[in-house]
C-alpha cells in the first residue's frame, strides 16, 4: 500500500496523495509532526522512569467534535506541524532513545503507515532497540495494519464505542462502531496479551462520554466475553472538551460506583481505571515547545532543531 489511490484507512479516498491530492486526514504523502519528546501521562508501564517517547502526527482520519488534539488533527481545519523525511523521522526516533524513553509512541499514525513502516526500518538499522507503541484511535484499515504490525511490540488501542448513535455524536462517524470490531479481532489473533512490563501486548482504552453509560455498559460486557483475556483495559473517566466547547456535567459518585462494580461483576481486572478528582487539564497547546502540564513532558530536542530551523 501507498499513498497514491490512497485505501490506508476506512475512508478509502482514493486520492494520490503523492500528486499532493488530499483526503479526510487532509494530508500528502510527507510525513508531519507537531510534536515529539517524553511524555508521563501515559498507562504506567509506558511511562517507566523517564516518560513515553511521544511522537504526534498531524492529520486524522477521524474529525471527531470534542477532540483534544484539534489543533493538529484536522477537526478544525486547522494542521499544525513541521514536514520530515523519512531519514529524519528516524532520527526523531533516535533522539527519544538518547532520552531514555520507555518506549517509542507512534500518535495517530495511520495515515503515515508507508513511511512509519520505512523510518523504523531505517532507525533500527541505525540501533533503535526500544518497544514500538501504535497509539490509535482504532479507526484503521487491517489491510493497513498489516503492513507495519510486524513492527509494533505495543498496541495501544481506543474502542471509542460498539454504539453507532453515540460514534455518530462523540466520533465524526457512525461506523466507526462498525470498524473497530474486525480491528480488535485482528489485533486480538496477531498479538495474544503478554506481561505489559516488557511492554509488550495490547492495551485498550475506552473513555465514558457524557450521558452514555448504557453504551459503556454495553461495550464493557462485550470486553468481557470476548477480550479481556486478550487485552488490559484502560478505562477513563474524566472527559475533559476543548476550551470553548460546549460544556457537559461531569460523572456522578453514582456513576463511578456503578463502573468499578460492573467491573467486579464482569471480572474485568487486569488494567487501569482513571481516578475521580480535580482534573489535570490535558488540553495541549501545540503552538509551545512543551504543549502539556508542566512537569509531564520533555521536548525532543531533535525536533526543537526542526521547529526553529
Not at 172 to 196: F, N, Q
Request: contains cysteine; aromatic residues 10%.
Amino acid at each position: 500500500m501507498d499513498y497514491s489511490n490512497c485505501r490506508l484507512c476506512p475512508n478509502m479516498c482514493g486520492v494520490d496523495r503523492s500528486r499532493g491530492e488530499k483526503g479526510v486526514c487532509m494530508m500528502s504523502d510527507r510525513v508531519k509532526v507537531a510534536w515529539s519528546g517524553l511524555h508521563k501521562g501515559e498507562e504506567p508501564p509506558l511511562v517507566g522512569k523517564y516518560g513515553s517517547g511521544m511522537i504526534f502526527f498531524t492529520g486524522c482520519p477521524l474529525h471527531c467534535a470534542y477532540c483534544q488534539n484539534r489543533q493538529i488533527s484536522g477537526s478544525d481545519g486547522m494542521n499544525m506541524g513541521y514536514d520530515l523525511s523519512e531519514e529524519e523521522l528516524a532520527e526523531l526516533m533516535l533522539a527519544l532513545q538518547e532520552m531514555k524513553a520507555e518506549c517509542i509512541n507512534l500518535v495517530t499514525g495511520t495515515h503515515f503507515i508507508p513511511s512509519i513502516r520505512n523510518a523504523l526500518l531505517i532507525a533500527k538499522e541505525k540501533g533503535l532497540s526500544l518497544p514500538i507503541v501504535w497509539n490509535s484511535s482504532g479507526y484503521e484499515s487491517v489491510e493497513a495494519l498489516e503492513e507495519i504490525d510486524s513492527l509494533i511490540d505495543v498496541y495501544l488501542l481506543d474502542c471509542k464505542s460498539l454504539s453507532r448513535k453515540v460514534s455518530s455524536v462523540f466520533c465524526g462517524k457512525s461506523k466507526y462502531a462498525d470498524v473497530i470490531i474486525p480491528v480488535m479481532d485482528y489485533i486480538k489473533e496477531k498479538h495474544p496479551r503478554t506481561d505489559l512490563s516488557i511492554p509488550k501486548g495490547t492495551i485498550l482504552r475506552h473513555l465514558v462520554f457524557p450521558g452514555t453509560l448504557e453504551a459503556t455498559k454495553r461495550f464493557l460486557q462485550v470486553f468481557a466475553e470476548h477480550y479481556k483475556d486478550n487485552f488490559f483495559l484502560s478505562l477513563m473517566v474524566q472527559f475533559v472538551p476543548p476550551l470553548g466547547n460546549v460544556e457537559f456535567p461531569k460523572m456522578t459518585d453514582d456513576e463511578y460506583d456503578f463502573l468499578v462494580e460492573l467491573l467486579e461483576k464482569l471480572e474485568i481486572d487486569d488494567g487501569f481505571m482513571q481516578e475521580r478528582g480535580d482534573e489535570i487539564l490535558w488540553i495541549p497547546d501545540f503552538r509551545k515547545d512543551v504543549p502539556f502540564p508542566e512537569n509531564f513532558a520533555t521536548v525532543n530536542p531533535y525536533f526543537l532543531s526542526i521547529k526553529k530551523r
